[in-house]
C-alpha cells in the first residue's frame, strides 16, 4: 500500500519553488531594509510557552490545535502553532532587551495548528512573522501595517485590503466582554458549542464566529471600536493618521477581532477575495504584556504575520501581471543543457557543467544522444541554450551553442559560455 502525505500537508513541489521563494524574499528586502533581523526559532518548544502566551480563549486552546506530545524525558513538548510566543521566548532567553530599542525581528518557517483541514487552511502551514519589540507609540503600529502591505505589493500581488481595528484597552475589553454578557447570556442557548465556550472565557472572541446562526444573533451588537476608551481612541486615531499621510489604503473594520488573546488596540488583518472562505492573507497586531507576561521585562510590541500558503494561492490568481509566477514559469534567461553526440563527450560535458556551474545553471545528459533527441532534452528541461560537441567539436575544443529561443547556431569556446551565462546570471535560479 502506498503511503501518503498526512492530510492537512503538502509538498512544495520544484514547479512552486520559485513563487515561494519571490514571497520570502520580498520579505527579506521590506523587512530588512526596515532594519529588522532575521532569526530563526525552534519548531518545538515546551507547551508551556503557547499555553501562557495565545490565551485560554484563542482558538488554539478552544479548538485543541496545538501539537502537544510528551518526549522520554517526560517533558510537555509541542510544535509551535505560531511564531510571536517562541521570538519572545528567545528575546528574553537572550537578554534583547539590553539592546536599543526598537527590537525589529523578522522570520518565516512552518507552524503546526490540529485545524478542520479546508482551501488555505491546513495542518501544516508557513509564515512569514515581523515584530517590532519596545515601542508603544502609534508610529509603530502604522509602520507596522504598512510594511505588511508593502510586504505583500512586492511580492507581486495587487488585489490585497488591508482591515483596520482595535480592540481597545484591557480596560475596554473587560468592559466590552461585559456588554456581551449582559446581552448575550440570555440567549446563550440558541448559541453554538464554540460559541457558547468562547461566551463563558472571552465574549469578544464570539464576533470571530462563523456559524449563520450565531452571526445573526450577534448582528445587532456594538463593535469594539464602537465602545474605545479615550486613550485607546487617540492611539487608533493616530495610527490612522499616519497610514493615511503615507497613502497606504485600509479600511476600518470596527469589528475585528483575532484569533489569539494577547492583543491589545489596534487589531489588523490583510484580505484577499479570490482565495475561498480563508480570505485572511496575515493579521496581527499590538500585543503590550505579553513579554511581561512569559517573565520578561514589560516593554511593548506590535507584530503580524502573513500565510505564505495563502499569499501563493492569491498570485496565481492574479497571474496574468503576477511576477512571482511569471518567474516561475519562464525559463531563466540564460542557462544551458549540454549535449554529448558520442560516448567521449559524455565525460567533457559532465566535467565543464561542474565548472561552469559557479556561473549559472548547468545541466547536460548523462549518455550520448543524436542531436535531435538532445535538443528535446534541452527544450523539456528549461535551458535556453543548448551546447552539443561531437568529434568535430572535440577536435576543435569548441561546442555548437544553439539559442534555443530564436534557433541561431555558432561554434563557440568555454569563455564564451562562462560570457553567456554570466551575463544571464540575474536570472538563473538554483
Ligand atoms: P494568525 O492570525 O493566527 O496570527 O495567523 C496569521 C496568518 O497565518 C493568517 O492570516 C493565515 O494567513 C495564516 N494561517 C494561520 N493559520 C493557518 C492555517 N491553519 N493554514 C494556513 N494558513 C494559516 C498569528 O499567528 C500571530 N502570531 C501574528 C502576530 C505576530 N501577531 C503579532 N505578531
Redesign the pocket.
Known sequence: MKIRSVKGTADILPGHQAAWRAVVDAAATALGRAGAGRIDTPIIEYAELFERSVGESSDIVVQKELYTFEDRGGRELALRP???AGVLRSFIEHGMFTLPTPVKLWTHGP?F?A?NVQR????Q?H?I???IVGLDTPLADAEAVQLMWATLSGSGLRGHGIKLGSVGDPEDRAAYNQYLRDELTPRAADLTPVSQERLRLNPMRLLDAKDRGDIEIIAELQRPLDRLGTAARDHFEQVRGYLEAWGVPYEVDPGIV???DY?RRTAF??HYQGIGA?S??????R?DGLLAQLGGHDLP???????I??IIDALEQEAANDAASQIAESPTPSSLFLVPLDDEAVADAAALAHTLRAHGKVEYAYQRRNAGKGLKDADRSGASHAALRGPDERRANTWQLKDLGSGDQREVGVQDLVDLLKAGSHGVMA
Open positions: 505560531e511564531f510571536t507552524l495548528r485545524e488555505g487552511r491546513y495542518r502551514f509564515q512573522n515581523f515584530e483575532r484569533g489569539l492583543y488583518e490583510a480563508q485572511a492573507l496575515g493579521g496581527g497586531g500585543y510590541g506590535v507584530g503580524w504575520a502573513l500565510g500558503e495563502r
